[in-house]
């Protein structure tokens, strides 16, 4: 069988033919009398298994080992066959999402993408002076895809620039928090810790809301994080979280502050000094959390509060008593 025929039946060309043969990987079986090359069917089998390692990826001398070398190993040219196709399908995925991430930024002309992609370049620099730079930059003419201030703020492990990515995404608005709240649900405690800091910097109501539900959270601390952020909003919810953070004193007096925030609202002080008074009566709370729990109803205004002081005033616990008859008396003297 000639080249031209062999070519035809087997979809290779005549001249990836001849260069198969320049290359040691294929010599045809016979040549004519006048020179043409003649094929057989064990060449034409050759052929076949030639493209069909080279469909996986070998390159023609890894072909030409397979074929011609008695003692080679398929298993581990395979393993490396597979690794290197998994790292050309990661370095794929990232530069498809890096474009999908110029496009979400809407860039006027090449001038803007190349900016965008400074600044993407940048959020991954080792440098933490460069990414917080990229961070603080990302709120300017031409926008931060927010996508890539998401990742960078849920895997910052520098402070600085973890604080600079949480401005860049409050300046965002909403436009990351399906994200981040994503993060909440991450396997990584880290990441989980960084998505309800992130949330907690944006001051609207979908915010509020994802705070609320984090309230929920199998992740204590992105509960007690999220209930001392929702103090200052007026979030009445956040209430028990906040109690059972001065009883196990966690940030007990950040805990405090934030009951007394919420106490601001006349309709709720009450409302909170009566949860203080249960908790301190309470047969599962010992000493020193009755005492912290006193101390946080010194911020409480209103009647239950007071005279929830007056009858702590005489705790059989020496210490509660002194504390609320000292609170007391600064109450009164405010009143004068």
């Not at 190349?114 to 300017?140: D, N």
């Not at 200052?232 to 919810?237: H, K, T, V």
Request: charged fraction near 30%.
């Amino acid at each position: 069988m000639r080249i031209g025929e062999v070519a035809q039946r087997s979809g290779v060309s005549a001249r990836m033919l001849r260069h198969y043969e320049s290359l040691g990987l294929l010599r045809p079986t016979d040549r004519t009398e006048v020179g043409y090359r003649e094929y057989s069917s064990d060449d034409i089998r050759r052929i076949f298994h030639i493209e069909s390692l080279r469909s996986l990826g070998l390159s023609l001398r890894e072909v030409g080992r397979a074929l011609d070398d008695p003692h080679f190993e398929p298993s581990q040219l395979v393993d490396d066959l597979i690794r290197q196709t998994r790292e050309r399908i990661a370095d794929e995925m990232e530069l498809l999402t890096r474009l999908g991430r110029i496009d979400a930024a809407e860039p006027a002309d090449w001038e803007d993408v190349l900016r965008i992609v400074a600044l993407l370049q940048a959020l991954r620099s080792e440098s933490a002076g460069t990414r917080q730079r990229a961070a603080l930059a990302s709120a300017g003419e031409v926008p931060m895809p927010v996508e890539a201030l998401v990742e960078a703020a849920l895997n910052e492990a520098d402070p600085h620039v973890a604080g600079a990515l949480r401005w860049a995404l409050a300046q965002a608005g909403e436009g990351g928090l399906a994200l981040l709240a994503d993060g909440l649900d991450s396997p990584v405690a880290e990441v989980r810790k960084r998505a309800v800091q992130s949330i907690a910097e944006i001051p609207n109501d979908e915010a509020t809301a994802l705070l609320r539900a984090a309230l929920a959270n199998p992740d204590i601390a992105v509960r007690r994080y999220a209930a001392l952020t929702l103090g200052p909003r007026g979030a009445a919810d956040a209430v028990p979280t906040l109690l059972d953070m001065i009883v196990e004193e966690a940030n007990d007096a950040d805990a405090a502050d934030a009951l007394s925030a919420l106490a601001s609202d006349p309709a709720l002080a009450d409302r909170i000094a009566a949860r203080l008074v249960d908790r301190l009566a309470s047969a599962t709370v010992g000493a020193s959390a009755r005492q912290r729990l006193t101390q946080a109803l010194a911020d409480i205004p209103g009647a239950v509060a007071s005279r929830a002081l007056a009858d702590l005033s005489h705790d059989e616990d020496r210490v509660v008593a002194l504390t609320a008859t000292s609170i007391l008396k600064r109450r009164n003297a405010d009143l004068r």
